[in-house]
């Protein structure tokens, strides 16, 4: 990676406080264009505050030496930022309207909404990628379908698609297989790895060991509010790293280049 290449992403020495509490304390991260990285932590850890932080619903306490860029600028439009950063979480599930169709989830992407409201205009040449999205995922049978007539891993997958219609920099995953079932997770990690493999970033943020695909190559580990490690994948998933990181002694399996608690 050049030096004069900006980083997707870079947290720097930020605080952010929620109802009254510091919910991340000095927290420093860099990622670059490109990059596959897993955020692990346990529950209460304070990985859905950094989601929002670099989503721009949480903002952090403004003091010397603390910064937040992402692609080497500090100060954006969020209706510029979002394309460059798909994002897939279970709150953006809950959010959707779910007697809205398929398409209309994946095209409502665009507009940044739950769904197509009555006044957005849909081009004909968005329509296009939709639809082409849905190829690429294997999901074309799911642009008429109802949200509220899929399974759990059928809507996670239109929430992957609405996030690629824009052809992101990277994507970010929030605890994306929580609530699917085997069949459904084993797909979702399958889709996790096709788009890494295809040169988008992948960022995953999770607790779940199983989540991490082999194409990910360094894991940071988070507790507390604060990283408390940050390396490559071998190094950081071992028995003693993570019986520290979740408190309690821990076992370690590896097959396929997965791993398993």
Same mark, same amino acid.
């Given at each position: 990676?050049?030096?004069?290449?900006?980083?997707?992403?870079?947290?720097?020495?930020?605080?952010?406080?929620?109802?009254?509490?510091?919910?991340?304390?000095?927290?420093?991260?860099?990622?670059?264009? %490109?990059? @596959?990285?897993?955020?692990?932590?346990? %529950?209460?850890?304070?990985?859905?505050?950094?989601?929002?932080?670099i989503t721009r619903e949480c903002y952090p306490v403004i003091r010397d030496g603390a910064r937040i860029s992402i692609l080497g600028r500090e100060s954006? %439009?969020?209706?510029?930022?979002?394309?460059?950063?798909?994002?897939?979480? %279970?709150?953006?599930? *809950?959010?959707?309207?779910?007697?809205?169709?398929?398409?209309?989830?994946?095209?409502?992407?665009?507009?940044?909404?739950?769904?197509?409201?009555?006044?957005?205009?849909?081009?004909?040449?968005?329509?296009?990628? *939709?639809?082409?999205?849905?190829?690429?995922?294997?999901?074309?049978?799911?642009?008429?379908?109802?949200?509220?007539?899929?399974?759990?891993?059928?809507?996670? &997958?239109?929430?992957?698609?609405?996030?690629?219609?824009?052809?992101?920099?990277?994507?970010?995953?929030?605890?994306?297989?929580?609530?699917?079932?085997?069949?459904?997770?084993?797909?979702?990690?399958?889709?996790?790895?096709?788009?890494?493999?295809?040169?988008?970033?992948?960022?995953?943020?999770? @607790?779940?060991? *199983?989540?991490?695909?082999?194409?990910?190559? &360094?894991v940071v580990l988070m507790s507390k509010g604060r990283i408390i490690a940050d390396? @490559?994948?071998?190094?950081?998933?071992?028995?003693?790293?993570?019986?520290?990181?979740?408190?309690?002694?821990?076992?370690?399996?590896?097959?396929?280049?997965?791993? @398993?608690?």
């Amino acid at each position: 990676m050049s030096l004069l290449t900006p980083a997707l992403l870079e947290l720097k020495n930020i605080q952010v406080m929620r109802g009254g509490k510091v919910v991340l304390d000095d927290f420093n991260l860099r990622i670059h264009a %490109n990059e @596959h990285v897993a955020i692990l932590g346990p %529950n209460g850890c304070g990985k859905s505050t950094l989601i929002k932080t670099i989503t721009r619903e949480c903002y952090p306490v403004i003091r010397d030496g603390a910064r937040i860029s992402i692609l080497g600028r500090e100060s954006w %439009n969020v209706f510029e930022l979002r394309p460059l950063l798909g994002i897939v979480s %279970n709150d953006l599930m *809950a959010w959707c309207n779910s007697e809205s169709v398929g398409l209309d989830i994946v095209l409502s992407g665009f507009f940044s909404s739950s769904h197509i409201f009555p006044n957005h205009l849909v081009l004909p040449e968005q329509r296009e990628l *939709a639809q082409s999205v849905l190829a690429q995922l294997e999901i074309p049978h799911l642009a008429e379908r109802p949200v509220s007539e899929m399974s759990s891993g059928e809507a996670k &997958r239109i929430l992957i698609a609405r996030a690629l219609v824009h052809q992101p920099k990277a994507l970010l995953f929030d605890e994306p297989s929580n609530s699917l079932d085997f069949h459904a997770q084993h797909s979702l990690r399958r889709t996790m790895s096709l788009l890494a493999k295809s040169g988008i970033g992948i960022i995953l943020v999770t @607790h779940d060991l *199983a989540d991490i695909v082999p194409e990910i190559t &360094r894991v940071v580990l988070m507790s507390k509010g604060r990283i408390i490690a940050d390396g @490559h994948k071998e190094e950081m998933l071992r028995e003693e790293p993570l019986s520290k990181l979740f408190g309690m002694k821990v076992e370690i399996g590896r097959k396929d280049g997965y791993y @398993h608690l």
